[in-house]
């Protein structure tokens, strides 16, 4: 029946959404609560931070320090580093996807009931689709507590707050997308997870190594880094930026669609 | 592919790996199965029979060939086949963390359709207790809510992959009353297996596979009542008869047991066997069919010796 794929998969992984929610929000509250509760700090901690290396500051996303000088400078910058941390969840929800039940054998029992390949894939993407939005909402949640509870105020809107969470969702949902086309391409669960480790650890690479180097072709380069369409600066100063968003969302559906086409001509695994 | 067979395969083939490299796990396969039989797929482990099962369920694809279960395709009429057939497969596995009804509730809903009076009835049957996680069950078990999941939709084709291993002698015969209502109910089981006495005892028909090519489709009680039993004499003085009755057309295999009998291979008819026997004092005579897994074993001409020793056993004990 269509549907019982989807919600079977958010039956049993509702507690992930709360586990997963709860860890993120407590990310994304800390900043707030070890603001400075001056802008004398804050400026006291710009003039330390000048004092580093400025390529080692723009290998980890502070090639501007300046931006530190503002609540919501330090804010962006921290949670610039959210999609490494929703990064880890989309491997694990990939794998899920058709690697965990493939590769413990399961599978041969699923696929013996009623369920076409590409519904098992797209209602299950689908279902960690809607999970990982839960998962942002809590994040945003965070933020909103945090700007509550800040020693100092943080210039911000709850709407820009909350869009920022949610642009993780996108580029998390792309990492996903990768590690099911791998998935249903090679069929063993390690070997697709070590292998969207590599794409994780390497876009990241990437996208650190085109900020130091700074020039045309190397921001050119980084566009191929899913790190680069996560801006946590740019996403409190504008929310969604929905262009990238819709260019992201249809990236993820060209990879689901192509992952359905792969786990459909190939044998399961036994 | 004609429709009157419920189960249908022509030439149906598997290679796995390419090249040199390739393993054909199945060839040329041709078998048709009846409705309304218990049909046995006999064979030791390796001989093609899962692979067979899961190129019927569109699970693996197969090199060349077609198979039709129910007069649909089995790759492109799949999922149609799927909502017609009940499986269990050889290697069960399942969600380690979710209770069994949990899993017996989610295939209601992939399927639009639960009756939880027949569950309860098949899990009483099994003495099955549905409340607790898979990762709590023993191997039987697990199998006894394989067979549940196989058996809950009361399909007209089930397909089981060695269905009995890990179950208890009683739970044996739960299963084989099971299988022959459903056979009287008009449905068709298709069974595959390595233990012979499990065939023996419910199928209507037996293939034999051996290294991915059929070798024989029987009838059991043909397969039963092969031209040749074990005879064992018990004479009073067993000197020299081992060497005499060696002589006697029909006869071979002979041994002599416990000092005081001849054990042999009778081929066709008695009386030349009796005519040479008569001048010695037989204590008693014992005849034996043979067991399906000797008849079965007759098929693989490289391995009789298994054959023998496990009869010298036999006889020993």
């Known amino acids: 029946m269509t549907g019982s794929v989807f919600f079977e998969t958010l039956r049993r992984n509702w507690r992930q959404i709360i586990y997963w929610g709860i860890g993120l929000a407590l990310y994304a509250l800390y900043p707030f609560v070890l603001l400075p509760d001056s802008t004398d700090g804050l400026e006291g901690m710009v003039e330390l931070m000048e004092m580093f290396d400025s390529n080692m500051l723009a290998a980890v996303g502070l090639a501007d320090v300046s931006a530190m000088a503002t609540p919501v400078g330090i804010v962006g910058y921290t949670i610039n580093f ?164 819709a260019m992201l969302i249809s990236l993820l559906a060209v990879m689901v669609a192509a992952s359905t086409v792969f786990f459909h001509r190939r044998d399961i695994a036994v | 592919m004609a429709s009157e067979h419920v189960i249908e395969t022509s030439r149906l083939t598997k290679v796995y790996g390419r090249g040199d490299k390739g393993f054909t796990a199945l060839r040329d396969l041709d078998l048709q199965v009846r409705r309304g039989e218990i049909f046995g797929y006999l064979g030791p482990n390796g001989a093609g029979k899962t692979t067979t099962i899961r190129m019927l369920l569109d699970l693996i694809r197969p090199t060349r060939g077609q198979a039709s279960i129910l007069g649909l395709d089995a790759h492109h009429d799949s999922l149609a086949i799927r909502r017609r057939v009940g499986f269990l497969p050889g290697e069960l596995n399942l969600w380690r963390n979710e209770r069994a009804i949990d899993i017996v509730k989610y295939q209601g809903k992939v399927f639009g359709s639960l009756d939880m ?131 006697v057309p029909g006869v071979s295999d002979v041994s002599t047991i416990n000092g005081d009998s001849v054990r042999l291979k009778l081929n066709g008819e008695f009386d030349p066997l009796l005519r040479a026997a008569v001048d010695h004092y037989v204590v008693d005579l014992r005849v034996q069919e043979p067991t399906l897994e000797e008849i079965f074993l007759t098929f693989y001409d490289d391995e009789p010796a298994v054959v023998n020793n496990n009869r010298a056993k036999e006889y020993a004990s």
């Open chain 1, 82 to 245: 959210v999609l490494l941390v929703t990064a880890v969840f989309a491997v694990i929800a990939g794998l899920n996807v058709t690697s965990a039940e493939e590769d413990a054998g399961i599978m041969d029992v699923l696929l013996s009931w009623p369920i076409p390949r590409w519904r098992l894939v797209i209602e299950k993407a689908l279902a960690y689709g809607v999970m990982m939005i839960g998962i942002a909402i809590f994040m945003g949640l965070g933020m909103l507590i945090g700007k509550q509870i800040a020693p100092i105020e943080v210039e911000v809107t709850n709407g820009l707050l909350l869009s920022a969470a949610l642009s993780v969702v996108p580029p998390t949902l792309v990492i996903m997308a990768v590690t099911i086309v791998v998935s249903t391409v090679v069929r063993r669960r390690a070997m697709a997870a070590a292998v969207s480790g590599v794409f994780v650890v390497a876009s990241f690479m990437l996208d650190a190594v085109a900020n130091v180097a700074g020039t045309g072709f190397a921001e050119s380069v980084s566009r191929f880094s899913i790190f680069s369409y996560y801006d946590g600066f740019e996403a409190l100063a504008s929310g969604v930026d929905v262009p990238v968003a």
């Open chain 2, 117 to 247: 009076a027949y569950v309860n009835q098949l899990a009483e049957r099994f003495q099955f207790d549905l409340t607790k996680k898979m990762r709590d069950y023993s191997t039987g078990n697990k199998r006894k809510l394989g067979l549940i999941l196989a058996l809950m939709q009361r399909q007209e084709v089930v397909i089981l992959d060695e269905p009995t291993s890990g179950l208890d002698p009683l739970m044996q015969q739960n299963f084989n009353n099971l299988m022959r209502e459903i056979r009287d109910e008009g449905r068709t089981v298709f069974l595959s297996s390595h233990v012979l006495s499990e065939v023996q005892a419910i199928c209507d028909r037996v293939a034999v596979l051996r290294h991915g090519e059929l070798k024989a489709v029987e009838q059991v009680e043909k397969l039963t009542h092969v031209d040749f039993r074990w005879v064992t004499l018990k004479f009073r003085d067993v000197a020299g008869i081992q060497h005499h009755l060696e002589t």
